[in-house]
């Protein structure tokens, strides 16, 4: 199966001052290591008759390391210099040919293939301690009763809290092998008592479908996360659900969604283009040119058809919206999406580390490539995003420069370009509005997603007693204006008691996230989206656009 995933460019960004010591400090190590882990991988992939040609590389690549352990300054971690020298080597490829460790190959493969070993919570962390967002509904947790606000002292006898938690903290201590047993401390909101649980773990299924819903009475919404093992199914399933409630037109959200398995989009594709239809095709010097096209009925073919795409909208989800656009199927609205159309085929190596290798890029029916340029290497790759901004890009579509010698022609001869990502038919610019100053500190803040979860963590019992399900949740659930003040005293309690002025714009903003987070605490994503959606301006926009 081939992989269009690397999230290495959505890292957080180091300052410009940091970077440029890194860099002086260790780019020799590094240029050394890499040039010679290049020649020892090459060594592995290259015809038997050049191996006595780098064999002498090989010798040196072992004797350099030698000199290292023998001689440099402080303790080294060959495993780390290793794998760094192999990272930069592939970086000098191109931005997204990557190496995986174990461990990582492992978290990787799990979230794309739509399971994973643990005990079966979302979690958030608060003031250095994990408290339970969500328990999700079958697993370990909820079976020995786990509740939303729970918060995680001990895991083991071992203390768990106040002691530098990080996410990879959590991961290494509650995930674990399926039928191993961990024993939790808790503390559970209005009692004083640690409580002790032992979850038995299990294998917990992860979807990548967050939420499928009438957003109008014959408008349907979809929004993937991402492209996994068991995307094309739940997408199935998905439109089944709908088309059963009366949809006859859809707005397919992929904003956020990096990309995943190309097998995966082609077959989300499959349900949306008439047979026969070009989905993508991918050419590269060792790799055979190939068409992917739509081959059998697919279950919404002929309604109306929105793709929601923003910046961070990638790979695979590119391709879904490259052939949406290209073969004139629907519209695409928001703002333009990453650019990334290279290919990935996956070596796993004996230690269970494995190579994806950019082994062909992809093209739209069009025949345009959409890949962005990384011909100034990898950092400057990486913070493609970050210049956007500087430049305006996300604020007006036209700040957008495309080459004009990459024009293409979709299938009723509109003008498309290449070279930089999906171009939507209605640019919706970030939305940056000076009136919502006083709701982007709250929520940046955190304040507003810990008050949402210790409300939630009081009132579950009362919220789904009064409201019987997700549906009737997002009708009736109201923010009371008592409810509002305490969120607003609970944000100057976190802050030094620094009050904060907030206009009827920011106050009707968090009122609106107030009420979709204790609805996602309580009912999950069901809640959340059908709550935020309502204010949304790329969602107005596609139900504009497919106003008849």
């Not at 239809?277 to 991918?282: D, H, N, R, S």
């Not at 979709?516 to 656009?545: H, M, Q, S």
Request: proline share 2%; aromatic share 12%; glycine share 8%.
């Amino acid at each position: 199966m081939y992989s269009m995933e690397n999230r290495d460019y959505f890292r957080e960004y180091e300052s410009s001052e940091t970077k440029s010591l890194k860099r002086r400090n260790w780019l020799p190590l590094y240029l050394a290591l890499a040039f010679l882990a290049g020649i020892w991988i090459a060594y592995m992939f290259i015809p038997s008759s050049s191996n006595r040609n780098t064999s002498q590389q090989i010798d040196k690549f072992n004797e350099i390391m030698r000199y290292v352990n023998l001689y440099y300054i402080d303790t080294v971690d060959n495993d780390k210099l290793f794998e760094t020298a192999i990272n930069s080597m592939l970086h000098s490829l191109d931005p997204h040919s990557a190496y995986a460790n174990a461990e990582e190959q492992k978290a990787l493969q799990e979230q794309l293939d739509g399971a994973f070993e643990g005990i079966g919570i979302q979690f958030n962390i608060v003031n250095d301690t994990v408290v339970v967002v969500q328990v999700i509904t079958g697993g370990p947790s909820e079976k020995v009763g786990l509740r939303t606000g729970d918060r995680i002292v001990t895991v083991d006898g071992e203390d768990f809290a106040g002691i530098g938690i990080d996410n990879n903290m959590v991961y290494k201590y509650l995930r674990g092998s399926k039928g191993s047993l961990v024993k939790l401390g808790i503390v559970r909101e209005g009692f004083n008592q640690v409580y002790e649980f032992g979850i038995i773990r299990d294998m917990i299924p992860t979807y990548t479908v967050d939420v499928s819903y009438m957003i109008e009475p014959k408008t349907g919404y979809i929004k993937i996360n991402q492209f996994g093992l068991t995307t094309a199914q739940e997408f199935r399933n998905a439109l089944k659900k709908l088309l059963g409630e009366g949809m006859e037109q859809l707005i397919l959200d992929l904003r956020g969604n990096y990309g995943g398995y190309m097998d995966a989009c082609i077959d989300v594709c499959d349900e949306l283009l008439p047979n026969g239809e070009l989905i993508v095709y991918t050419e590269g010097l060792n790799s055979k040119p190939v068409e992917f096209n739509a081959t059998k009925k697919g279950a919404f073919e002929k309604g109306k058809l929105v793709v929601l795409i923003d910046e961070f909208s990638a790979s695979a989800s590119e391709i879904v919206a490259g052939a949406v656009q290209d073969q004139d199927r629907g519209w695409i609205v928001g703002r333009r999406s990453f650019g990334k159309g290279l290919v990935q085929r996956q070596f796993d190596l004996r230690d269970r580390s494995s190579l994806r290798l950019t082994v062909s890029r992809y093209h739209t029916p069009s025949g345009r490539s959409i890949q962005k340029d990384y011909q100034e290497g990898y950092d400057a790759y990486s913070e493609d995003l970050i210049q956007r901004y500087e430049k305006g890009e996300m604020d007006s579509a036209t700040n957008i420069v495309f080459d004009k010698s990459l024009e293409f022609k979709t299938k009723s001869g509109r003008t498309v370009y290449g070279g930089g990502g999906i171009m939507p038919d209605y640019f919706i610019p970030l939305d940056r509005d000076s009136n919502l100053n006083a709701f982007y500190q709250v929520l940046n803040f955190s304040a507003l997603t810990e008050f949402a979860l210790q409300y939630s963590s009081q009132h579950q019992d009362e919220l789904r007693k009064n409201y019987k399900d997700t549906k009737d949740f997002v009708q009736k659930m109201t923010i009371s204006e008592e409810m509002y003040q305490n969120l607003l005293k609970y944000y100057a309690s976190q802050n030094g008691n620094r009050k904060i002025d907030v206009n009827d714009a920011s106050k009707k903003e968090l009122k609106l996230w107030l009420k979709a987070i204790i609805g996602r605490n309580i009912f999950k994503e069901e809640a959340f989206y059908p709550v935020i959606n309502t204010e949304d301006k790329v969602v107005k926009k596609a139900l504009e656009v497919l106003l008849p």
